[in-house]
């Protein structure tokens, strides 16, 4: 008997996995700052490398994560309603990284490690400059929305590490149709009873 599952069905999961990362580790991170490091300058985030691997995975619906990450933050740090403005619509400024994806490929922005990193970390200073820029427009001083890129820098160095070891991981930093190709192929070499619609 095969087991049938669609592409839909599969990246809806996807999506609600990385959805579910997304807002469980921003909480997890805000709270353990708020309670533990209060006084620390510096925050760290992973919802830029989590957008990061996920525009790769699936291009356009990979925003869903940048978005979902941004309200987690605003949510567990009991934000204003115009932080929610800032940091939701600052996140969506990672679709830039839709342009490289496109013009390069995803099999050449994975064939090198530097690529993948760059990646990451453009992910990240997408996110920081949308959240500059809103924060701009609503009008906050210069110094704040630069505020945003000095108290963030971690999340960049983790950005470059996450997609460092996610290259190296099979199927995490592929188009994800290509995936279930790929899969699909092996498993009917060697006879597997997984198919895909």
């Not at 809806?12 to 006084?39: G, H, K, N, Q």
């Not at 996920?54 to 869903?64: E, H, K, V």
Request: hydrophobic share 50%; with cysteine; glycine share 8%.
């Amino acid at each position: 008997m095969r087991k049938q599952i669609s592409l839909r069905t599969y990246r809806r999961i996807d999506l609600c996995l990385f959805c579910t990362l997304a807002f469980l580790m921003e909480a997890l991170i805000v709270t353990a700052y708020s309670r533990w490091f209060p006084e620390l300058p510096y925050t760290v985030s992973i919802t830029g490398v989590l957008t990061a691997i996920t525009l790769f995975r699936w291009g356009l619906p990979g925003i869903l994560i940048a978005i979902v990450g941004g309200v987690s933050f605003c949510l567990f740090s009991f934000a204003q309603p115009l932080q929610y403005l800032i940091y939701v619509v600052g996140n969506i400024f990672a679709l830039v990284m839709l342009v490289p994806l496109r013009l390069l490929g995803w099999k050449k922005l994975r064939s090198q490690a530097i690529y993948c990193m760059a990646f990451g970390l453009g992910s990240v200073i997408c996110m920081q400059t949308g959240r500059a820029l809103i924060s701009l427009f609503v009008g906050y001083a210069p110094a704040i929305a630069l505020h945003f890129y000095l108290t963030d820098t971690l999340s960049g160095l983790f950005a470059i590490v996450i997609m460092w070891i996610a290259r190296r991981l099979d199927g995490v930093l592929e188009e994800q149709m290509h995936y279930v190709q790929r899969q699909h192929k092996e498993n009917e070499t060697v006879g597997g009873t997984e198919a895909w619609q």
